[in-house]
């Protein structure tokens, strides 16, 4: 029997599967921010709803409460002043088992429906969140839009169609007759049952809290299982509406909110680590550090874990035939957000000895220039590059570029520049530092932040070699190649192939190597340290149920 | 573009795949011996083809050979005198790292292929495979014929068919155009590759060499790994003739055999963890113990590790329309195979008060009568028993007989059975032993072999209690539910849903709670700790492999 919510959406959901299935353009929720999209006045009255939740506590009843915990700080110099429930773990649990029963019972339809009907909602409130996204992440305005509204939310999408895709091919039931020679065949009919794995753990980080908490939100939300959300304590507000608005969702479809809580804790104390060893919790989604992701999977073992981690992200100039382009391509991905996104490049390996362009050979030093320059060129106006650079989300940002500066020839500074509104935001072009291929000791990590350094190697071969060895062993989530020649491009690809990473080639419009899109590009493969799961395929959703079958003689 | 196998076998493929679409009946490897079905002296030529491998090293080269090692002995008394090459573990991966290469590079359709092929070759050699599955695993030999030929071979085209299924899901290429306004869209073409995780290892065990190894064997070549296959010291020859069939099909298919291995090993050593904890292994299928299975999911992080380990499977007795037929049924389950098998019941729980027949109302005596004597029906005439009870597969089952034997009232002594033609044998009819429901200590895990407890409890709804919370904490693969009351079933169905088990319902015809059909039944679910994975479902095989994509402009 459908769930009402499931027909309401059914046509949002047979579209996301025919996207899913033939990885084209699609979005169902509009990245315009503009009147005509989301009405008028929807801009001012999502601000005015972020605005109203400040300085107070956030309206959500959770059992197990016993205090209040906040300290949220934006990174434009405001401190949030939104408080949260601290909740008893114990007494957490207690109330989300109690809600599984009617939820683990309800069956697919209604989880996806619920699901469905809960994006709605959450596109809804895009710019209400999209405000939180930007005080807490520190992004600017129309990237916490963009990343944090419709593109998260057309990742959770996804992860629902991907759930539903897989539980549709589970028959509710089937007639068994096994033929006995001349005999009657032996007869049963069998009834199989989609059952969750248990409780979900969605760890949330401070950077893309929805984009990157969403997929695995909607994944273990659609496949039945209880979700508890830990945000990042910097960046608890986007979820804390988000979980909001799945609860209420919930209780109007008649289910027991608690089907999806939230823990919010402070900075530093061992409440992730808690909740990852809990025995009710069987499905983890974490994004973060890979100290802490390699913890998680190294020692929850009662739970299937999906990470993603740091990684080395590379940049491969061989030739090009419009170095302007390349140098303005590249310069906006170190750029955009301040370089603060797991999918930005940090080593652009050049050959020592120049490459072809159009307009001839031009020395590493040119090519180097050109990206230097490119990147003043973007950030020249202050007003426009705030809203490029957004602000450092944390202190730890700025002492890794105070780090990075002593590394190496500093071919660009990392400079302050004044967010006109928001004086107290701390907001940092690029530093980019010139290294050689023998300083593998220093860029073969991740320098999370606007730090990219442009490698001189020997050749375009050495280039592809360090970067299929730094996947391998570092990880990472993109690759990106220019070359005009077609043999290297197929050597790239082969690199690419074997290392196990998403590779871009010769961007130079307006595609960045730092954007995934849902439906078509896979965030992440799974195959190389930086990630142990891709968002989304089958793999990310198909371990988040069980089959149970009954069978007996008709 | 296709492969010449994958078009050779696409009608099987594409019938599989209806098969797991809607799980009815279906086989494609005949389980009748009969020479109507093989052809005319295809069991005598297998059956010579089995012992011209006797007393001799067995026929495969393999990387890093260093000596030889063998030491079977078959459960019917006879020394096999088989040698398998010892290799250096070292020197061997770098043989199938090397082999790796081309086969990563095929693709899916030559992957699937090469394993179609393979399994038909597999098939053809159905009566070779059953001579040594009997004399390794003790199985009798149309059980060793059934179970370790075509039923195997059906689990493990059951895999090839998933593997393909999510495989076929990822296209090629797709064309992403992106709307930007009144402008051009943004176009890109992106290639989507799908790429194997690395090497698998399969574990297998001394009762099911085949039919417990086929699924991940199978499930890991077809998605492009290369696998090496571990199999227990005691049952390594069904597995060598194998791996030495899909070694030929691979080199005839242009491949470098190793990219399937055999690591033959001395019992008691620690060849399983070496090679589970090696970095190129990244899946693991693995049939045993639980202390093993668990050491591999608390020790092989690098791998994704699939585990089917121990369980107490139940049966509970309700009420029956026909107590005879519940006697036979039970009686055979618990006698097939000696109940060395993973699915056997061993606890079974009649109210002591008794229950409501066809005949009127029965004591818990009666019952417990019925089914010790349907045990001893089954099996009083030795020939026929021999030929239901198979041999003892090793030593600790008789100790543990032994042991069980003042666990409680006896109700059936184990009695060894003279085997015809092989004096040596240990053959055991089944132990039963009387307990309360208070006893849980004795019957709360697992006896593996020919032993059973017959258990007194307050009501069903007390053995229904008792099952629930012992496949939750001990784990299960079956449960089994004699009832002539629709609420009593209904409440059995609830249990066996929120346990995580499978559940048979009134079987007293020729189906038997052991028994699990590929294409129709989930062999064990993954969502209780007797098995992290189901055979086979999509998730058995979604993560074997990943996806990765280029992009670019056009």
């Not at 906040?70 to 939104?82: A, F, K, N, Q, T």
């Not at 730090?451 to 070699?465: E, K, M, P, R």
């Not at 730094?470 to 190649?481: D, E, P």
Request: glycine share 10%.
């Amino acid at each position: 029997m459908s769930h009402p919510l499931f027909e309401k959406h059914r046509a949002t959901l047979d579209r996301a599967l025919q996207a899913i299935a033939d990885r084209g353009y699609w979005s169902p929720y509009p990245e315009s921010a503009s009147p005509k999209v989301y009405g008028e006045g929807a801009a001012e009255a999502g601000k005015a709803a972020y605005e109203a939740t400040l300085g107070k506590p956030f309206p959500i009843e959770l059992p197990g409460a016993v205090g209040r915990v906040g300290g949220e700080r934006s990174p434009y110099g405001i401190d949030l002043g939104v408080t949260y429930p601290k909740v008893d773990l114990d007494r957490l649990f207690a109330g989300v088992v109690e809600a599984q029963r009617g939820w683990r019972a309800a069956g697919p339809e209604a989880w996806v429906g619920v699901c469905l009907e809960a994006l709605a909602r959450i596109n809804r409130a895009s710019f209400e969140i999209a405000n939180a996204v930007m005080h807490t992440s520190g992004q600017a305005f129309m990237m916490a839009f963009q990343a944090g509204g419709p593109h998260a939310q057309d990742r959770g999408l996804e992860a629902v169609a991907y759930a539903w895709d897989e539980m549709r091919r589970i028959p509710a039931s089937a007639r068994w007759e096994k033929p006995q020679g001349k005999g009657d065949p032996i007869r049963m009919e069998k009834h199989f049952r989609v059952v969750p794995r248990g409780v979900g753990l969605v760890i949330g980080c401070s950077t893309f809290p929805t984009w990157n908490g969403y997929p695995g939100l909607f994944a273990s939300l659609a496949t039945g299982n209880a979700v508890v959300v830990k945000p990042h304590p910097g960046a608890t507000l986007p979820l804390a509406i988000t979980v909001k608005i799945v609860r209420e969702v919930l209780t109007e479809a008649g289910f027991d909110p608690n089907v999806v809580t939230l823990v919010a804790h402070a900075a530093g104390d061992d409440t992730a680590q808690k909740l990852a060893l809990r025995p009710e919790v069987r499905l983890i989604d974490f994004t973060g550090s890979s100290a802490n992701g390699n913890w998680l999977e190294e020692h929850a073992h009662q739970a299937q874990v999906y990470t993603e981690k740091a990684g080395v992200n590379q940049v491969i100039v061989d030739s090009t035939s419009d170095l302007p382009a390349v140098a303005r391509n590249v310069a906006f991905s170190l750029s955009l957000y301040t370089g603060q996104m797991c999918t930005a490049p940090q080593n652009i390996y050049v050959p020592r000895d120049g490459i072809a362009t159009a307009e001839g050979r031009r020395s590493f030093d040119e090519v180097a220039k050109a990206i230097t320059e490119g990147v003043q060129k973007l950030l020249g106006d202050p007003a426009r590059a705030v809203e490029v650079l957004g602000a450092v989300q944390n202190r730890g940002v700025l002492d890794r570029i105070d780090k990075a500066r002593s590394l190496g020839p500093i071919l660009l500074d990392a400079t302050a520049v004044p967010h006109p509104q928001y004086p107290q935001a701390a907001i940092r072009t690029p530093l980019i530092v010139k290294l050689d291929a023998g300083d593998g000791d220093k860029y073969l990590s991740e320098w999370f932040g606007p730090i990219a350094f442009v490698i001189a190697t020997d050749s375009t071969d050495q280039s592809l070699a360090i970067a299929r060895d730094a996947v391998k062993r570092h990880g990472a989530l993109t690759l990106s190649l220019y070359s005009t020649d077609a043999k290297v491009v197929d050597r790239a690809i082969d690199v690419a192939e074997d290392a196990g990473v998403a590779l871009s080639i010769n961007l130079t419009g307006g595609v960045f190597v730092n954007q995934s899109a849902a439906f078509s590009d896979f965030h992440g493969t799974g195959a190389n340290p930086a990630a142990n799961a891709a968002l989304t395929d089958a793999a990310f959703v198909a371990s988040r149920f069980r089959v149970v079958q009954h069978r007996r003689h008709v």
